[in-house]
T-cell receptor, first 113, second 110 residues
Framework: EADIYQTPRYLVIGTGKKITLECSQT?????MYWYQQDPGMELHLIHY???????EKGDLSSESTVSRIRTEHFPLTLESARPSHTSQYLC????????????FGQGTRLTVV | RKEVEQDPGPFNVPEGATVAFNCTYS??????FFWYRQDCRKEPKLLMS???SGNEDGRFTAQLNRASQYISLLIRDSKLSDSATYLC???????????FGKGTLLTVNP
């Protein structure tokens, strides 16, 4: 089993609230990723990081922001949640070259009401 | 052309059938290749890496053709538990970017 953890697993929150989705890995991986996925739809990369103090935008524009202050931790923040942010958010990590693939956390299912 | 393209599916097959998934990629500098499996409302999980010489893991066989930029996954003697979405993943380029295909949904019927 991959050692990558996301909290919370499920979150229902009101419009306008600030939220932070947590992601931690204990594999010492340099690269970390955030994906957004709606039910039955494809994965969309929204953020990634090569290592500490590195953050990059992914292929899908997102109003969320990320930070990478520690190798093992890659939180995602939404300053003001909206119903359009309702989705599943999946965090993943890999070693730098990606030669062994990426390992995913169990995801956070976010519902904004 | 999309970076990674898969058969759109869905595939519906009876138990015991052999099913093949195909995938093409556009970046000739890609260096590593994978098949992932994603169950409904779960996270993707690495099924197997794909090597140039081809590789097998039980009922699963993966093939890579670098010249044609083509990857395949063959499932023999399919089981009900094989029902899932299968994702083709390609890694490479100057920033070692992992790119996921859209996935192909497989349903194995009794």
């Amino acid at each position: 089993e991959a050692d990558i953890y996301q909290t919370p697993r499920y979150l229902v929150i009101g419009t306008g609230k600030k939220i932070t989705l947590e992601c931690s890995q204990t594999m010492g991986h340099d690269k970390m990723y955030w994906y957004q996925q709606d039910p039955g739809m494809e994965l969309h990369l929204i953020h990634y990081s090569y290592g500490v103090n590195s953050t990059e935008k992914g292929d899908l524009s997102s109003e969320s922001t990320v930070s990478r202050i520690r190798t093992e931790h890659f939180p995602l923040t939404l300053e003001s949640a909206r119903p359009s942010h309702t989705s599943q958010y999946l965090c993943a990590s890999s070693e730098y070259s990606g030669a062994f693939g990426a390992f995913f956390g169990q995801g956070t299912r976010l519902t904004v009401v | 052309r999309k970076e990674v393209e898969q058969d759109p599916g869905p595939f519906n097959v009876p138990e015991g059938a052999t099913v093949a998934f195909n995938c093409t990629y556009s970046n000739s500098a890609s260096q590593s290749f994978f098949w992932y499996r994603q169950d409904c409302r779960k996270e993707p999980k690495l099924l197997m890496s794909v090597y140039s010489s081809g590789n097998e893991d039980g009922r699963f066989t993966a093939q890579l053709n670098r010249a044609s930029q083509y990857i395949s996954l063959l499932i023999r003697d399919s089981k009900l538990s094989d029902s899932a979405t299968y994702l083709c993943v390609v890694n490479g380029g100057s920033n070692y970017k992992l790119t996921f295909g859209k996935g192909t949904l497989l349903t194995v019927n009794p």
